[in-house]
């Protein structure tokens, strides 16, 4: 499995617009050797890091895309603080609202972070994508 294909589908999970999408793309992946998932998240975005980390972890437990070691929990959270950092420029500071998507083939673990990021009425929008080998 190639890790490219793994966050890609973590990507593509981090942006679906509906439960409805998100469950029939986690199937097409399923099919494909990818288990995935996603997660919806929104709040101010310093305050939130550590939240934001603990409900993919726990996402993936609780979908099974990882065990529960310490080093598959390790590599999810190693990966979802990867892609927080990425967007944490355009964030800080700021509400953020989006999801998070979470994939693992083989030996890879990728987590992907879409978020749109608020000021009043002047929103952007960020991309951040980790990935760890287990």
Same mark, same amino acid.
């Given at each position: 499995?190639?890790?490219?294909?793994?966050?890609?589908?973590?990507?593509?999970?981090?942006?679906?617009?509906?439960?409805?999408?998100?469950?029939?793309?986690?199937?097409?992946?399923?099919?494909?050797?990818?288990?995935?998932?996603?997660?919806?998240?929104?709040?101010?975005?310093?305050?939130?890091?550590?939240?934001?980390?603990?409900?993919?972890? +726990? !996402?993936?437990?609780?979908?099974?895309? $990882?065990?529960?070691? /310490?080093?598959?929990?390790? @590599? =999810?959270?190693?990966?979802? #603080?990867?892609?927080?950092?990425?967007?944490?420029?355009?964030?800080?500071?700021?509400?953020?609202?989006?999801?998070?998507?979470?994939?693992?083939?083989?030996?890879? +673990? !990728?987590?992907?972070?879409?978020?749109? $990021?608020?000021?009043? /009425?002047?929103?952007?929008? @960020? =991309?951040?994508?980790?990935? #760890?080998?287990?």
């Amino acid at each position: 499995m190639e890790s490219r294909a793994v966050a890609r589908a973590a990507l593509s999970m981090a942006m679906t617009a509906s439960r409805e999408s998100e469950t029939a793309l986690k199937e097409r992946y399923l099919t494909e050797g990818i288990r995935s998932t996603a997660v919806d998240y929104g709040g101010e975005f310093l305050s939130s890091l550590q939240k934001v980390v603990e409900r993919a972890v +726990v !996402a993936s437990k609780r979908e099974q895309i $990882i065990d529960g070691t /310490h080093q598959s929990e390790g @590599a =999810v959270a190693g990966a979802t #603080r990867e892609a927080l950092a990425q967007i944490m420029p355009k964030a800080l500071g700021l509400n953020v609202g989006g999801k998070v998507g979470i994939a693992q083939g083989g030996d890879h +673990v !990728a987590v992907a972070i879409f978020f749109e $990021i608020g000021l009043l /009425h002047l929103n952007d929008v @960020a =991309v951040g994508l980790g990935h #760890r080998a287990v």
